[in-house]
């Protein structure tokens, strides 16, 4: 039996996109069927000319992915979440997607299906765990089954951390392969739990 599997996530530079495509590897090795989405910015191009590189890595990706809707969502049996931190929180562009839900959430419809959340950040400690964690509240409040990375997996102590997939990464770099192995047993661990799930 394979599961659907919903990576919807938002990157600004790169290192979060790296993520979820090795969390869809990871998932694709289990069978599942992977659809990546990535959220939309909400700001006027004269807001990303702000920021070198935006606008032309929002370009590039938003002609790579399409942008996640509800109908992803109710195809899912499993929904990964992915954002950079912001101040320690999630982006605001991934929250506004989540914020979409309501009316899916009002039916039900995400009762049970399984969620999981990634991350990145530029410093060290720039909250890839508090960022992690602050995803798992609207999980909770959606009726979802949240699937951490926990240390099941050697890579987890070299990498990553307990609660998801994470990378760190300075000013421009991507994520290391320990980080992207992390990613991959993440896409592994939400697919096997949702096989098992749905049974």
Request: charged share 20%; net charge negative; with cysteine.
């Amino acid at each position: 039996m394979t599961a659907n599997v919903l990576i919807a996530f938002y990157s600004r530079g790169g290192s979060t996109e790296a993520l979820a495509r090795a969390i869809a590897e990871g998932a694709q090795a289990e069978g599942s069927e992977v659809r990546l989405r990535r959220a939309r910015e909400f700001v006027g191009r004269d807001v990303m000319a702000q920021a070198p590189g935006w606008q032309e890595n929002a370009d590039r990706m938003n002609a790579a992915y399409e942008a996640p809707t509800p109908d992803d969502v109710e195809w899912a049996d499993a929904i990964v979440f992915g954002t950079p931190t912001r101040f320690g929180n999630c982006s605001a562009e991934l929250k506004a997607f989540i914020d979409s839900l309501g009316g899916l959430w009002f039916q039900g419809k995400l009762n049970g299906k399984v969620g999981s959340a990634f991350v990145s950040t530029q410093g060290t400690h720039g909250g890839n765990e508090t960022t992690i964690v602050s995803l798992y509240n609207p999980m909770a409040h959606l009726g979802m089954i949240i699937v951490p990375t926990g240390y099941a997996d050697p890579a987890l102590f070299k990498a990553g951390t307990p609660y998801g997939a994470s990378a760190v990464s300075g000013l421009s770099a991507l994520p290391t392969e320990d980080e992207l192995e992390v990613a991959r047993f993440q896409g592994r661990r939400v697919a096997q739990v949702t096989r098992k799930l749905r049974g």
